[in-house]
């Protein structure tokens, strides 16, 4: 194939209307002029996209597929989201829903480093479902958050991640937190190989600053002890996941949290699909880890949905790596068997504010929720 | 005041349910735990959002005023989102529709650096309305493209944006298209100079690759001789714009495009408030021009909404100083005096690929836009 494919489902009157709304897309985001006046040759022929098909899908939707060469793209993904879904997010009744990579796509944009085999080799958590808590609230010092990782960590945790909104606050400044916790994490390691166990606690610091000073912030954290970033693509960019996937140096997994990403999924009719959205494409920028809110929780994504999202995680044919879900948003341990008999082993299980409630006891929650895990 | 204010539009069932969903928007956007388990004193008092007002607008709609204080922000701008909107952006039936900073905010975010009376100061036009001519289309070579910026500067145009496609793909290099449309557009100026004409174009680069490139590539572009700077916030991040703005060095003015941005706007129920996303946010982060699609174009925004951002983009007690509006989106030269008569003299009136019709007489169109603007 020499197009990657991305499919639409776009609202419309009828098959002429739907097939005129689908070649205004193809227009709209490669060259963006009037049909009449594209030059014919390479402009015509190779850079705008090109209508592969257009099907009634039923109750005013219809599917389109439309083809886009890796040359109106580039070697950058921002420029692959224009393509994608740039000023074709502003049409009305227009929802990217699906991509099919060409072998273009993949060799310009390799996917996660680690994905889920990695992180199998990285915790030492052999078999299982991955217990996750969240360290918080913002506003308390760092010493505080520390002692959190600490009590987590050493408890059994397989992942400590920060809360996306632990930033840069002068309650506990970035530097200063990723130092303590990053110290206390490997503390509660240390202790845990001493007792002979040979999983680890990997300490996910969250990237709180400027958008152009990620990359120091990741170096930063990984100097300090760090074995996993947390990103947020709907502040920072898509494209800072995957700068930082890509760089062989800093060689850290990546957990990307969807803050600020809602609009692009809870509209029927706009953005992207939720598989897209947390599966395809947080996988082709390289995360390891999805994180997304799980159905029955406060937020609004349905079951179906969700596993939409654990579908294009896992799906072989996907860009580089298999990567883990993460379904978080107001868990609690008595739903973890449950969650776990939908999500299975290779699935990273969130579980933040509530686990407070333990106090200075979190560690009993830690190993609560690898019972319920194991439960199911 | 030492909070900032947000209101959002709530969906609810009842006034205590809406009281409930305010209430739960102040903890998600800040604390993110159970309330139960918020720590008294500052965490509980300054911290955490207050719900300053819950009122009913009817038709199952209420509006809810939430006060966030600037210790949970800190002094970046990717925090701020996710105070104003971040997890809740994932909340269905929540959307934020108006911003009223405070002294804090001011002071962390100063806006834009030039503004509308700046740009009347860089182009020399004192009067009337911005010609802007768009360069495009992708797949065009560095030499095709800076012609028509040779050719369009010459003929009196104010500004002359690349088109947001324009990246750095292999038909056109970020750098080789930069050198040469600032040296076409620089050649036109000292013609225009020449000719006794104190008004001159300015020619804005866009920025295409990498996200944490966006420096380097801002500075290359005032180095090879561009007077402005185009910037995606929706694929680079806002904080790209206000890192830009904030350079005193740089010292560009810096126009913001919608691509990828729509999501956010398209749903009466999720994401942002026309006058929010386009007018207030881009203000803040810094940009001096904010482009939009105009109403009556092939985007769908309504008259309504696009005097929102308007109002927006000009109010006097906004961040900073006024920024220019800039409507686009499908126009013809035969809409400007209309278009003219709606959105006054500071704004900047793009009009892109439709100009390709002239062919080598694209100057003729320039005088055209002229003449519709003077016509009004």
Request: proline residues 5%; contains cysteine.
């Amino acid at each position: 194939m020499d197009r990657f494919t991305v499919t639409y489902r776009i609202v419309a009157e009828d098959d002429a209307d739907a097939a005129a709304r689908a070649e205004a897309i193809a227009l709209e985001d490669t060259l963006e002029i009037p049909r009449d006046v594209v030059p014919a040759g390479y402009i015509e022929d190779v850079v705008l996209g090109q209508v592969q098909s257009v099907t009634a899908s039923g109750s005013g939707v219809w599917t389109a597929k439309i083809g886009y060469h890796i040359d109106a793209v580039g070697r950058e993904l921002p420029q692959l989201l224009n393509v994608i879904l740039g000023n074709a997010s502003i049409l009305r009744g227009v929802k990217a829903v699906d991509l099919t990579p060409n072998d273009d796509l993949h060799a310009r944009f390799p996917g996660p480093r680690f994905g889920a085999a990695g992180l199998r080799q990285l915790t030492g958590r052999k078999t299982g479902g991955y217990v996750c808590p969240v360290i918080k609230p913002q506003g308390s010092s760092s010493e505080t958050l520390a002692r959190l990782c600490y009590l987590t960590a050493a408890a059994g945790a397989d992942i400590i991640k920060e809360d996306h909104g632990l930033a840069n606050q002068d309650a506990a400044p970035f530097k200063d937190r990723i130092k303590a916790c990053a110290a206390a994490v490997a503390q509660a390691n240390n202790e845990r190989a001493d007792q002979g166990d040979t999983s680890r606690a990997l300490y996910f610091a969250n990237i709180g600053g400027h958008g152009d000073q990620v990359r120091d912030m990741a170096y930063y954290a990984k100097d300090a002890g760090a074995e996993g970033i947390l990103v947020i693509p709907g502040l920072f960019g898509f494209d800072a996941i995957n700068r930082l996937a890509q760089d062989a140096e800093l060689n850290l997994p990546i957990m990307a949290h969807p803050s600020h990403l809602g609009p692009y999924v809870l509209s029927p009719d706009h953005g992207y699909g939720h598989g897209m959205l947390f599966g395809q494409l947080m996988r082709l920028a390289g995360a390891d880890i999805s994180v997304f809110p799980n159905y029955g929780g406060r937020f609004g994504f349905s079951q179906d949905e969700c596993m939409r999202i654990v579908e294009s995680c896992r799906a072989p044919d996907g860009i580089g790596p298999a990567m883990l879900p993460s379904p978080g948003g107001g868990m609690s341990i008595d739903r973890l068997p449950d969650m776990a008999a939908h999500y299975g082993a290779d699935c990273v299980y969130l579980l933040g504010g509530s686990l407070l409630r333990y106090g200075e006891n979190i560690g009993d929650a830690i190993r609560e929720m690898r019972d319920g895990l194991n439960a199911a």
